[in-house]
């Protein structure tokens, strides 16, 4: 019944490769999120996007970047992968005002 | 400093039982959302209040604005609703930056 989309729900990749995790919503939310979660810790929103053409970097530095170039599109690109990119990617979205958030069933990354 | 705290991180109880989770923040807000995750990592957005109590099933969230304190209630608990927790703030309005807690880890056994 997800009406967001990530994948891959797994990806092991080595040092230094080019990854592009995919979000997709189906809602027309206009608002859509990317949040970085280690295992056992807090959230953390690494960027987010008001719309189309709008993007914004959150609180946690990320050496990652995303585009939108579709409303119903996020995709969250990592350059060159390192070690220290393991962890749990999260996307969300909502609609703008007092509206709850939809998340995805996130990304496991493992980087070797 | 925390801007949001979570107690208990940890909640053990039997099925059937009245279950509270505490939420306490430190700043002004604009919305605080109480977040469900799965063991498989999956979130789930259960409430997003800015004032009073929302009620959804067997879930009941409430506010305390004053106070700057939110509770979640789950009656009747059920090991299905084992599961962490998460508390998170809207500072302001507009701003989509928003803080977490670490979350509560609820373990209802049969």
């Known amino acids: 019944e997800a009406d967001i989309y990530q994948t891959p729900r797994y990806l092991v990749i080595g040092t230094g490769k080019k990854i592009t995790l995919e979000c997709s919503q189906t809602?027309?939310?206009?608002?859509m999120y990317w949040y970085q979660q280690d295992p056992g810790m807090e959230l953390h929103l690494i960027h987010y996007s008001y719309g189309v053409n709008s993007t914004e970097k959150g609180d946690l530095s990320s050496e990652s970047t995303v585009s939108r170039i579709r409303t119903e599109h996020f995709p969250l690109t990592l350059e060159s992968a390192r070690p220290s990119h393991t962890s749990q990617y999260l996307c969300?979205?909502?609609?703008?005002?007092?509206?709850?958030?939809?998340f995805g069933s996130g990304t496991r990354l493992t980087v070797v | 400093k925390n801007e949001v705290e979570q107690s208990p991180q940890n909640l053990t109880a039997q099925e059937g039982e009245f279950i509270t989770i505490n939420c306490s923040y430190s700043?002004?807000?604009?919305?605080l959302h109480w977040l469900q995750q799965h063991p498989g990592g999956g979130i789930v957005s259960l409430f997003m209040?800015?004032?009073g109590k929302k009620k959804h099933g067997r879930l009941i969230a409430t506010i305390n604005i004053q106070e700057k304190h939110s509770s979640l209630h789950i009656t009747a608990s059920h090991p299905r609703d084992s599961a962490v927790y998460i508390c998170?703030?809207?500072?302001?309005?507009?701003?989509?930056?928003?803080?977490f807690g670490t979350g509560t880890r609820l373990t209802i056994i049969p």
């Open positions: 700043v002004g807000i604009s919305a």
């Open positions: 209040l800015s004032s």
């Open positions: 969300a979205s909502r609609r703008t005002g007092r509206y709850g958030y939809t």
């Open positions: 809602m027309g939310h206009d608002k």
């Open positions: 998170g703030l809207s500072a302001n309005f507009g701003n989509e930056k928003l803080t």
